[in-house]
């Protein structure tokens, strides 16, 4: 039987990166007076770079150099980052949180039934409090161990955000599943030796997904029932803990 449940945050939990970060970064260039747009299909392809900083980083390093800002590149990077993490909160506080199907249907069900719960996420801290907002009074609370951001030096795809949840569980990973959105997220999970439930987004369901358990559209609600791209068959129109419970015994890594 499954004692915990892990989830990333930006593209599991919620639909944020498009329409929230993405949106979020062009507002901080343009408060710059910085002629950088990233567009949807670009920004796909700067997803493969997780971490914001570390994006910025890597755009005006090595996608688009001769934009380079004037300057200590590692400042005006911490500088832009700051601002659009204000921006972003306030566009998350103001349009609402996108939460995913069945989010918050699998939160309550697995709380009832005595399962702990963790966050693993590249994204910065202060980015969760809209998502605790939306998810209900009191949800920072219903997670044992939050890891996001800076609290490990080497993010995703690595494996180190995952143990560092497993260590604050103090579980095993085969007692645990990991539900993630994307490949960078779906390697470090396995790295740490996690079996992986993923929800694609419009990103990320043309990447290899291979080393899933199961990779799904969405976690389904009663009236929206989810639909299996690939990986183990399961039974009903949801996902549930039931269903997570007969599913994770076929995992390759247990
Ligand atoms: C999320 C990320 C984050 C966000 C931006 O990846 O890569 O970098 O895009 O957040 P995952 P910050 O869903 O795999 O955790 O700008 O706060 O870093
Ligand atoms: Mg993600």
């Not at 570390?54 to 601002?83: C, I, K, Q, S, Y």
Request: net charge negative; glycine share 10%.
């Amino acid at each position: 039987m499954l004692k915990a449940l892990i989830f990333d945050v930006d593209g599991t939990l919620a639909d944020t990166e498009r329409d929230g970060h993405r949106v979020a970064f062009n507002r901080a260039f343009a408060e710059e007076g910085l002629p950088v747009v990233w567009d949807v299909p670009l920004y796909g392809q700067l997803l493969a770079i997780t971490g914001g900083k570390e994006r910025l980083l890597h755009f005006f390093t090595r996608v688009r150099p001769e934009l380079r800002p004037a300057g200590d590149l590692d400042a005006v990077v911490r500088r832009l980052h700051a601002r659009k993490t204000e921006i972003y909160s306030d566009l998350l506080n103001a349009e609402g949180v996108p939460l995913r199907p069945g989010v918050r249907r699998l939160l309550l069900e697995a709380r009832a039934r005595g399962l702990r719960l963790g966050i693993a996420t590249t994204t910065t801290e202060k980015n969760l409090e809209p998502i605790w907002s939306a998810l209900g009074d009191g949800a920072r609370g219903w997670f044992d161990i939050v890891g996001a951001g800076d609290c490990v030096a080497t993010k995703k795809p690595a494996p180190d955000i995952y143990e560092y949840v497993l260590r604050g569980l103090g579980l095993p990973a085969r007692d645990c599943l990991a539900f993630e959105d994307s490949e960078n997220g779906l390697r470090a999970a396995v790295a740490a030796g996690l079996c992986t439930v993923v929800t694609v987004t419009d990103y990320t369901r043309d990447q290899d997904l291979a080393a899933a358990l199961l990779v799904v559209d969405h976690l389904g609600e009663p009236e929206r029932p989810s639909t299996r791209l690939s990986g183990v068959p399961f039974a009903g129109r949801l996902l549930d803990v039931d269903t997570l419970n007969a599913l994770s015994p076929l995992c390759a890594r247990r």
